[in-house]
């Protein structure tokens, strides 16, 4: 059964530290699409990122990066040099091409909190 | 363009009442989905549709309806409103594999309705 689990429920880090959410996913199609949003204390929710299951190669934007591994399952995100406006909860998820309608399956989130 | 939008923002409903969350899109996206979100459970997929006059269960339909009349527009309704309906609930919206030629395509997604049920 498709599944993604965010083990980190809560982390705290002090302003311009580095911190990686962990992203473990669980699924039986080759074919798949994973995903990061990101939810401000405002509630809205941000795309930051869309990944395909052939596409292993690592992403860099600005500060924020991703690593893909198929070996182990997961998409991690990493914030270098955290900033207070990195504070937010933030979503993994996963649509699989076998699921009708492009269904996003999300993890429980990681809350982060960056302090100055 | 506005997006997804989402009417009302915040509604206060006491048991057995009933009520519709309006979502809207102007994206001319096929593909719709309502959302609930609760702590510590990340976003549930309620229904969805893949297009105007059709609609699909999700992972918690339980207690909703929803109807997808216009394709801009998708309703979701609570016959009787229980405490445990009490969430977020968030509208999405994405283009049709058929439409965009890419599988995956991002959801986007409004800003959320903020429903209490006494």
């Known amino acids: 059964a498709q599944k993604v689990t965010q083990a980190q429920t809560e982390i705290s880090v002090v302003e311009k530290e580095d911190v990686t959410l962990d992203c473990v996913y669980e699924t039986r199609d080759t074919t798949y699409y994973l995903f990061w949003y990101k939810q401000p204390p405002s509630g809205e929710l941000v795309f930051l990122i869309r990944r395909n299951s052939f596409d292993e190669q690592n992403e860099i934007s600005g500060r924020y990066s991703w690593n893909f591994q198929k070996s182990t399952s997961s998409f991690n995100f990493t914030i270098t040099a955290s900033q207070v406006v990195d504070s937010a909860v933030y979503f993994c998820?996963?649509?699989?091409?076998?699921?009708?309608?492009?269904?996003?399956?999300f993890g429980q989130g990681t809350e982060l909190s960056v302090k100055p | 363009n506005a997006g997804v939008t989402q009417t009302p923002k915040f509604r206060v409903l006491k048991t057995g009442q009933s009520m519709t969350l309006l979502c809207a899109q102007d994206?001319?996206?096929?593909?719709m989905y309502w959302y609930r979100q609760d702590p510590g459970m990340g976003l549930r997929l309620i229904h969805y549709s893949v297009g105007e006059g059709t609609t699909a269960k999700g992972e918690v339909p339980d207690g909703y309806n929803v109807s997808r009349l216009k394709k801009q527009n998708f309703l979701l309704g609570l016959e009787s409103a229980a405490p445990s309906q009490t969430s977020v609930y968030f509208c999405a919206s994405s283009y049709d594999l058929r439409t965009s030629g890419v599988f995956g395509e991002t959801q986007y997604f409004g800003p959320g309705t903020r429903l209490l049920v006494l």
């Open positions: 994206m001319n996206h096929e593909y």
């Open positions: 998820a996963l649509s699989e091409a076998g699921s009708q309608g492009g269904k996003l399956i």
